[in-house]
């Protein structure tokens, strides 16, 4: 049996917190997910197949890299590290500066990709798409839950560990999903096959492909979502890195 700082009840503020923060990427399949499930699946029909699904988008297949991608993405280093230089810089410029030195790049899609920089900049500071890993970590972590990769122990870990390096780098639940949805932004933009100097319009213009305000507007039509009725500073326990999780990440990898 699980010791009580790994049990999740719902009735409790702070494990009310470990859902709440994958909401941005279940607002996109609503149809299929639940907030308030852990395992977010409505059913458990299917569940290898979901699995099989992560293998294929994701590229991990062993409960290893499973939690490998889950760490990645709680240090914000999969996506989230995207510009953080440019974002510390701005950080150290007046908004003069920061249009000298865009008006000193050559590059059209450079020059616009700063203004994007500047435009995220004003929303959430420094911290830039962070949000859009420690989303998508938060739903791995629960999806890894449902399908017997992820232990109890380790949901409560993780998602209290996410929990709390979101308070730490937002200050509201506005400015977390604006990261999200910024980072979602850039990423498509990134992924996407047409030429940048094409795509450039789209990225600045309402953000990429799916918008910022249409993005805001399912959320806050959504009666379901948990965000608006949690507190921000609700307090987030102190729970002790798993052992399996501890011994997994720190093995060595097989020949």
Known sequence: MPSPQYTF????????????????QISYNREMYDYDIPGMKKTQDGLEEWAQSFSNSWNIESRR???????????????GSIWSHEFS??????????????????????????????????????????AWDYCRGSFLTRAGYAVGQVTQEEFAFLLNYLCRQIQHHFSSWEQYLQSFIF????????????????????????????????FFETIESDPDIPIPALAWHTALPEIRVPESLAALLNEEKED
Not at 65 to 79: F, K, S, T, Y
Not at 90 to 103: E, F, K
Not at 190 to 213: A, E, H, K, Q, W
Request: aromatic residues 12%; proline residues 3%.
């Open 9 to 24: 009840d719902a009735n409790l503020p702070h494990c009310q917190w470990w859902l709440a923060i994958t909401s941005p």
């Open 65 to 79: 890299e499973w939690h490998q991608m889950i760490h990645q993405l709680a240090m914000a280093d999969v996506h």
């Open 89 to 130: 810089r701005r950080a150290c410029m007046t908004n003069a500066q920061w249009l000298r030195r865009i008006d000193g790049v050559e590059s059209e899609v450079a020059k616009a990709e700063m203004r994007y920089v500047d435009v995220v900049y004003r929303h959430v500071g420094e911290a830039g798409f962070r």
């Open 183 to 214: 980072g979602r932004n850039y990423w498509e933009y990134m992924n996407d096959n047409d030429d940048d100097l094409v795509n450039i319009p789209y990225l600045l213009n309402n953000g990429f492909n799916i918008g910022v305000s249409n």
